[in-house]
């Protein structure tokens, strides 16, 4: 452990940090530690481009506690595009910070907002979402004129979530003179244009994919969508897994798998945005102790989670969008593990199966369909207003045309 801990010094890393990679268990720098860490430590604005779970935390994480002090106002300032990331950033820079301690403050929606203005009068370092963080600077009970350090994390998420004004408007009411560091899996037009307007000559670094393409073995069964539940429980049971996650399109899909496969004795959580935070921290917290072995889910809830110990991802559904499942199986085969990517595809999936076929140089192997017993999975419906007849004959009554009920939606 001592000769390991020796890469992390060689990247400038201060003994207090060092402790608590000790505690960790920390063994070598990953390679995105190794590019990026001695320049956040020289002062340079740095571009990195990396996947979950390639250990960017640490990056911006080390230097911002290695140099600034406690209790001297709101020191860094981080961004992310959920609150589960929030948190997750909030456990690493509380552990890292063991040995030299911060207060670490997280602000995000979802939660009372009291709380947070009560924290933030003697926050160092503050982690949040876009939206509460300004939604606390137009209330002005957050002050960012002593930040030395900023940080957007999972950048292009913050993007796809129409975040990109609020992020502008944060960035003009930090000082000019800090240092700033963004972290993306991909760099579109308006995450350029960005980094143009608020990065001082920033230097770009990449690390190659976490997942190793030799230990990731991805397979496709072609089932019709009758059958595609009864085949995703029966293979559940017989593949001997670790943490499962599976992958659905929408809401309702995320609800309707989870609570099939609990009728089917499977211990499955499903997560997605529609949840309170209360119940997603209540998920994920049972989902990493092992309490449930598999995870029903959806992109947006699982966007930025690092899950360590998945051994199977599922696509229940294919994403609409071909480089969000790099982003899925990018949660498996790491750190030297196998892992295995099942997709089923039916009718509805032939085209973006298609177009990841066509857009990605992967590998993904024909099985044949094991036999099955159909299994009918219960779904809610919605349920009309009470007393909805009494309404619509009252509006017949006095001449009111009522408009024909809006056919039941469902999002992502």
């Known amino acids: ?25 920390f063994t070598e720098p990953t390679e995105i530690q190794s590019k ?14 990396s996947a979950t779970g390639s250990g960017k935390t640490l990056v911006f994480g080390a230097p911002i506690i290695q140099n600034i002090n406690s209790a001297e106002g709101i020191q860094a300032l981080i961004l992310t595009p959920t609150r589960e990331l929030a948190e997750q950033i909030y456990n690493a820079l ?29 926050a160092d370092i503050v982690v949040g979402t876009p939206g509460r963080i300004l939604d606390h ?16 994390d999972e950048a292009d998420r ?12 944060i960035i003009s009411q930090c000082p000019q003179e800090r240092q700033m560091m963004l972290f993306s899996a991909t760099i579109p037009p308006d995450i350029e244009d960005l980094t143009n307007r608020f990065m001082q000559n920033p230097i770009k670094v990449s690390a190659g994919c976490y997942v190793d393409p030799k230990k990731l073995n991805q397979v496709y069964y072609d089932v019709k969508s009758s059958l595609k539940f009864s085949v995703l429980t029966h293979l559940l049971k017989e593949e001997d897994s670790g943490l499962v996650m599976v992958f659905c399109n ?13 009728k089917q004795g499977i211990d499955a959580l499903g ?24 995870l029903v889910c959806t992109d947006v809830a699982a966007r930025g989670l690092d899950i360590p110990g998945v051994s199977h991802i599922y696509n229940y559904d294919l994403p609409d969008e071909p480089k969000q499942y790099i982003h899925r199986i990018g949660r498996t085969a790491r750190a030297g593990k196998s892992g295995r990517v099942v997709n089923l595809i039916s009718d509805r999936d032939h085209e973006n199966f298609g177009r990841v076929m066509r857009d990605f ?44 009920p809006r056919r039941w939606e469902t999002r992502k």
Do not use: C
Not at 10 to 24: H, T, Y
Not at 95 to 120: A, C, D, E, R, W
Not at 250 to 262: C, I
């Open 361 to 404: 140089d992967v590998s993904i192997k024909k099985m044949e369909k094991p036999h099955v017993d159909k299994i009918e999975m219960v779904t809610d419906s919605p349920r009309r207003p009470k007393q909805f007849g009494a309404r619509r004959n009252s509006q017949k009554k006095f001449g009111v045309t009522r408009a024909k």
């Open 250 to 262: 929408s809401r309702k899909y995320t609800d309707t798998v989870a609570k099939n496969l609990k």
């Open 137 to 152: 600077l137009e209330r002005r009970t957050i002050d960012l004129s002593n930040v030395k350090y900023l940080v957007l």
């Open 94 to 122: 509380r552990l890292f910070s063991k040995f030299k301690p911060m207060n670490v403050v997280t602000v995000y929606g979802g939660v009372s907002i009291n709380p947070q203005m009560k924290n933030l009068e003697t």
């Open 1 to 25: 452990m001592i000769i390991k801990m020796e890469k992390f010094r060689d990247l400038g890393i201060s003994e207090e940090i060092l402790k608590s990679l000790v505690e960790q268990r």
């Open 36 to 49: 990026a860490i001695p320049l956040v430590l020289e002062g340079k604005d740095v571009i990195a481009g």
């Open 158 to 169: 913050m993007l796809d979530m129409g975040f990109i004004d609020d992020v502008n408007k």
């Open 271 to 294: 997560i997605h945005g529609g949840l309170s935070q209360n119940k997603r921290t209540d998920v994920l917290s049972k989902f990493h102790s092992a309490k449930a072995f598999v």
